[in-house]
Protein backbone atom coordinates (compact mmCIF):
# COMPACT_ATOMS: atom_id res chain seq x y z
CA UNK A 1 0.00 0.00 0.00
CA UNK A 2 1.88 2.98 -1.35
CA UNK A 3 -1.05 5.66 -1.60
CA UNK A 4 -0.39 9.09 -0.15
CA UNK A 5 -4.12 8.59 1.24
CA UNK A 6 -4.60 7.37 4.78
CA UNK A 7 -4.84 3.82 5.15
CA UNK A 8 -8.52 3.36 6.41
CA UNK A 9 -9.00 4.75 2.83
CA UNK A 10 -6.69 2.42 0.73
CA UNK A 11 -8.55 -0.36 2.71
CA UNK A 12 -12.15 1.39 1.67
CA UNK A 13 -10.79 2.26 -1.48
CA UNK A 14 -9.76 -1.51 -2.27
CA UNK A 15 -13.02 -3.30 -1.05
CA UNK A 16 -15.24 -0.70 -3.13
CA UNK A 17 -13.02 -1.38 -6.37
CA UNK A 18 -14.14 -5.29 -5.51
CA UNK A 19 -18.08 -4.89 -5.08
CA UNK A 20 -19.57 -6.14 -8.38
CA UNK A 21 -16.76 -8.02 -9.58
CA UNK A 22 -16.32 -10.55 -6.61
CA UNK A 23 -18.34 -8.92 -4.20
CA UNK A 24 -22.10 -9.19 -4.74
CA UNK A 25 -24.92 -7.91 -2.33
CA UNK A 26 -25.70 -10.59 0.77
CA UNK A 27 -21.81 -11.57 0.05
CA UNK A 28 -19.67 -11.76 3.13
CA UNK A 29 -16.74 -9.70 3.26
CA UNK A 30 -13.71 -11.28 4.55
CA UNK A 31 -13.18 -10.80 8.73
CA UNK A 32 -11.41 -8.41 10.04
CA UNK A 33 -8.15 -10.85 11.19
CA UNK A 34 -8.14 -11.90 7.34
CA UNK A 35 -7.96 -8.00 6.59
CA UNK A 36 -5.83 -7.05 8.69
CA UNK A 37 -3.56 -9.98 7.36
CA UNK A 38 -3.90 -8.88 3.71
CA UNK A 39 -3.18 -5.21 4.20
CA UNK A 40 -1.08 -5.40 7.22
CA UNK A 41 -2.17 -2.88 9.24
CA UNK A 42 -3.98 -2.44 12.69
CA UNK A 43 -7.50 -3.41 14.08
CA UNK A 44 -8.01 0.24 14.08
CA UNK A 45 -7.51 0.91 10.47
CA UNK A 46 -9.62 -1.76 9.35
CA UNK A 47 -12.31 -1.20 11.63
CA UNK A 48 -12.20 2.77 10.25
CA UNK A 49 -12.54 1.48 6.98
CA UNK A 50 -15.58 -1.10 7.55
CA UNK A 51 -17.37 1.97 9.42
CA UNK A 52 -16.84 4.30 6.80
CA UNK A 53 -18.48 1.64 4.55
CA UNK A 54 -21.01 0.85 6.06
CA UNK A 55 -21.71 4.78 6.80
CA UNK A 56 -21.80 5.17 2.64
CA UNK A 57 -24.34 1.95 2.57
CA UNK A 58 -22.47 0.10 0.84
CA UNK A 59 -22.44 -2.83 3.96
CA UNK A 60 -24.19 -3.43 6.20
CA UNK A 61 -22.49 -5.08 9.93
CA UNK A 62 -24.90 -7.79 11.52
CA UNK A 63 -23.36 -8.08 15.52
CA UNK A 64 -21.64 -11.36 15.73
CA UNK A 65 -22.10 -12.71 11.95
CA UNK A 66 -19.82 -9.86 10.13
CA UNK A 67 -19.73 -7.69 7.15
CA UNK A 68 -22.20 -8.19 4.44
CA UNK A 69 -22.49 -6.33 0.97
CA UNK A 70 -25.54 -4.46 1.01
CA UNK A 71 -28.15 -3.94 -2.15
CA UNK A 72 -27.10 -0.35 -3.90
CA UNK A 73 -29.75 1.86 -2.28
CA UNK A 74 -29.13 5.49 -2.64
CA UNK A 75 -30.87 9.16 -2.28
CA UNK A 76 -30.80 10.76 -6.07
CA UNK A 77 -31.56 14.76 -5.93
CA UNK A 78 -33.09 16.23 -8.39
CA UNK A 79 -31.10 19.38 -9.33
CA UNK A 80 -29.17 19.15 -12.03
CA UNK A 81 -29.29 16.56 -15.09
CA UNK A 82 -27.40 14.28 -14.86
CA UNK A 83 -26.27 9.95 -16.53
CA UNK A 84 -26.33 7.04 -14.42
CA UNK A 85 -22.64 6.93 -14.65
CA UNK A 86 -22.24 10.30 -12.91
CA UNK A 87 -25.32 9.41 -10.36
CA UNK A 88 -23.87 6.14 -9.29
CA UNK A 89 -19.81 8.69 -8.93
CA UNK A 90 -21.35 10.41 -6.59
CA UNK A 91 -22.34 7.37 -4.51
CA UNK A 92 -19.20 5.19 -4.74
CA UNK A 93 -21.05 3.03 -6.92
CA UNK A 94 -18.79 0.73 -9.83
CA UNK A 95 -21.25 0.92 -12.49
CA UNK A 96 -21.54 -0.33 -15.93
CA UNK A 97 -24.29 -1.27 -18.84
CA UNK A 98 -25.59 -4.28 -20.64
CA UNK A 99 -27.23 -3.80 -23.72
CA UNK A 100 -30.17 -5.64 -25.11
CA UNK A 101 -30.91 -4.39 -28.31
CA UNK A 102 -29.98 -1.78 -30.57
CA UNK A 103 -32.54 -1.43 -33.89
CA UNK A 104 -33.84 1.50 -36.14
CA UNK A 105 -37.69 1.65 -35.98
CA UNK A 106 -40.21 4.10 -37.27
CA UNK A 107 -40.85 6.42 -34.06
CA UNK A 108 -44.09 5.17 -32.03
CA UNK A 109 -46.02 8.58 -31.12
CA UNK A 110 -45.25 9.20 -27.99
CA UNK A 111 -41.36 9.13 -29.30
CA UNK A 112 -42.13 11.22 -32.29
CA UNK A 113 -44.04 13.81 -30.28
CA UNK A 114 -41.28 13.93 -27.68
CA UNK A 115 -38.59 14.30 -30.29
CA UNK A 116 -40.91 16.46 -32.71
CA UNK A 117 -40.59 14.31 -35.50
CA UNK A 118 -42.71 13.72 -38.62
CA UNK A 119 -44.74 11.05 -39.24
CA UNK A 120 -42.80 8.01 -40.61
CA UNK A 121 -40.01 8.97 -39.27
CA UNK A 122 -37.10 6.57 -37.89
CA UNK A 123 -35.17 6.49 -35.01
CA UNK A 124 -32.28 4.49 -32.80
CA UNK A 125 -33.84 2.26 -29.86
CA UNK A 126 -31.56 1.18 -27.60
CA UNK A 127 -32.30 -1.34 -24.61
CA UNK A 128 -29.96 -1.22 -21.85
CA UNK A 129 -30.08 -2.42 -18.00
CA UNK A 130 -27.54 -0.44 -15.82
CA UNK A 131 -25.74 -2.35 -13.21
CA UNK A 132 -24.34 -0.65 -10.33
CA UNK A 133 -22.08 -2.76 -7.74
CA UNK A 134 -22.94 -5.75 -10.14
CA UNK A 135 -26.81 -5.32 -9.82
CA UNK A 136 -29.33 -4.12 -11.82
CA UNK A 137 -30.90 -0.81 -10.95
CA UNK A 138 -32.60 0.49 -14.47
CA UNK A 139 -34.00 -0.93 -17.69
CA UNK A 140 -33.24 1.94 -19.74
CA UNK A 141 -35.41 3.01 -23.19
CA UNK A 142 -33.54 5.02 -25.36
CA UNK A 143 -34.43 6.50 -28.72
CA UNK A 144 -32.79 9.33 -30.88
CA UNK A 145 -33.29 10.90 -34.23
CA UNK A 146 -32.05 8.53 -36.80
CA UNK A 147 -28.77 10.77 -37.61
CA UNK A 148 -27.51 11.00 -34.13
CA UNK A 149 -28.45 7.11 -33.16
CA UNK A 150 -26.05 5.56 -36.35
CA UNK A 151 -23.42 7.55 -34.62
CA UNK A 152 -24.14 6.21 -30.93
CA UNK A 153 -24.74 2.96 -32.16
CA UNK A 154 -21.04 2.44 -33.14
CA UNK A 155 -19.72 3.68 -29.87
CA UNK A 156 -18.90 1.29 -26.94
CA UNK A 157 -22.22 1.80 -24.87
CA UNK A 158 -21.31 -0.98 -22.05
CA UNK A 159 -18.66 1.22 -21.24
CA UNK A 160 -19.42 4.74 -22.02
CA UNK A 161 -22.39 6.76 -21.19
CA UNK A 162 -24.85 8.34 -23.89
CA UNK A 163 -24.70 11.55 -22.41
CA UNK A 164 -20.99 11.78 -22.73
CA UNK A 165 -21.06 10.48 -26.18
CA UNK A 166 -23.59 13.50 -27.18
CA UNK A 167 -21.75 15.90 -25.70
CA UNK A 168 -17.79 15.24 -26.05
CA UNK A 169 -17.71 13.00 -29.30
CA UNK A 170 -20.93 13.92 -31.25
CA UNK A 171 -21.06 17.93 -30.61
CA UNK A 172 -24.69 17.63 -29.23
CA UNK A 173 -24.70 19.83 -25.76
CA UNK A 174 -26.95 19.18 -23.34
CA UNK A 175 -28.82 21.93 -21.83
CA UNK A 176 -31.84 20.91 -19.87
CA UNK A 177 -34.29 17.84 -19.68
CA UNK A 178 -38.04 17.57 -18.82
CA UNK A 179 -39.03 14.92 -16.58
CA UNK A 180 -42.09 13.30 -16.02
CA UNK A 181 -42.22 10.56 -12.59
CA UNK A 182 -44.84 8.34 -11.88
CA UNK A 183 -45.14 4.74 -10.04
CA UNK A 184 -45.51 1.42 -11.93
CA UNK A 185 -44.98 -2.26 -11.78
CA UNK A 186 -43.18 -3.87 -13.51
CA UNK A 187 -44.33 -5.85 -16.85
CA UNK A 188 -42.30 -9.19 -17.91
CA UNK A 189 -39.32 -7.36 -19.52
CA UNK A 190 -39.14 -5.38 -17.47
CA UNK A 191 -39.21 -7.99 -14.47
CA UNK A 192 -36.29 -10.16 -16.38
CA UNK A 193 -33.85 -7.17 -16.76
CA UNK A 194 -34.49 -5.86 -13.07
CA UNK A 195 -34.65 -9.25 -11.92
CA UNK A 196 -37.47 -8.98 -9.87
CA UNK A 197 -41.00 -10.34 -9.80
CA UNK A 198 -43.46 -9.34 -12.70
CA UNK A 199 -45.66 -6.40 -11.09
CA UNK A 200 -43.14 -5.26 -8.68
CA UNK A 201 -43.35 -1.85 -7.76
CA UNK A 202 -40.94 0.32 -9.53
CA UNK A 203 -40.26 4.04 -11.04
CA UNK A 204 -40.94 5.12 -14.24
CA UNK A 205 -39.40 7.88 -15.65
CA UNK A 206 -39.92 10.07 -18.85
CA UNK A 207 -37.31 12.06 -19.99
CA UNK A 208 -36.71 14.15 -22.65
CA UNK A 209 -33.28 16.21 -22.96
CA UNK A 210 -32.90 18.96 -25.22
CA UNK A 211 -29.74 20.52 -26.65
CA UNK A 212 -29.61 24.11 -28.13
CA UNK A 213 -31.96 25.89 -29.51
CA UNK A 214 -34.29 23.76 -27.47
CA UNK A 215 -34.09 20.80 -29.54
CA UNK A 216 -34.89 17.82 -28.35
CA UNK A 217 -32.50 14.93 -29.15
CA UNK A 218 -32.91 12.17 -26.39
CA UNK A 219 -35.91 10.58 -25.24
CA UNK A 220 -35.73 7.72 -22.26
CA UNK A 221 -38.48 5.70 -20.46
CA UNK A 222 -35.99 4.31 -17.37
CA UNK A 223 -37.77 1.96 -15.10
CA UNK A 224 -35.74 1.92 -11.55
CA UNK A 225 -35.99 -0.87 -9.19
CA UNK A 226 -38.29 0.56 -6.35
CA UNK A 227 -36.21 -1.19 -3.46
CA UNK A 228 -32.64 1.15 -4.59
CA UNK A 229 -34.04 4.59 -5.17
CA UNK A 230 -35.07 7.19 -3.45
CA UNK A 231 -35.85 10.97 -5.21
CA UNK A 232 -35.15 13.79 -3.10
CA UNK A 233 -35.84 17.64 -4.42
CA UNK A 234 -36.22 21.25 -2.44
CA UNK A 235 -38.86 23.47 -2.86
CA UNK A 236 -39.26 27.21 -2.13
CA UNK A 237 -42.85 28.08 -1.11
CA UNK A 238 -44.89 29.58 -3.54
CA UNK A 239 -45.20 33.75 -3.05
CA UNK A 240 -42.42 33.98 -0.48
CA UNK A 241 -39.97 36.49 -1.54
CA UNK A 242 -36.76 33.88 -2.36
CA UNK A 243 -39.04 32.07 -4.91
CA UNK A 244 -40.12 35.51 -6.00
CA UNK A 245 -36.27 36.66 -7.00
CA UNK A 246 -35.85 33.04 -8.67
Known amino acids: MTSEAPLYAQIEQ??????????HPGDRLPTEDEL???????RITVRRALQNLAARNL???????????????FRQPLTALTGFVEDMDAHGFRSRA?????EEI??????????ELPLGAKVTHI?????????P????????PIDL??????????????????????????IEAEYALQADTADALVAEALQVAEGTAVFRIERTSFTTGQKPVDYEILHYRGDTITFTTRLPRAGTQESDQR
Open 14 to 23: ALVARLGVDL
Open 106 to 115: VAPPEVRSAL
Open 98 to 102: QVLSV
Open 59 to 73: IVTKRGQGSFVARPS
Open 127 to 135: QRVRLAAGQ
Open 36 to 42: IAEFGVS
Open 137 to 144: VSFDDTYL
Open 149 to 174: GRLVAQDDLENEQIFTLLEQRHDTPL
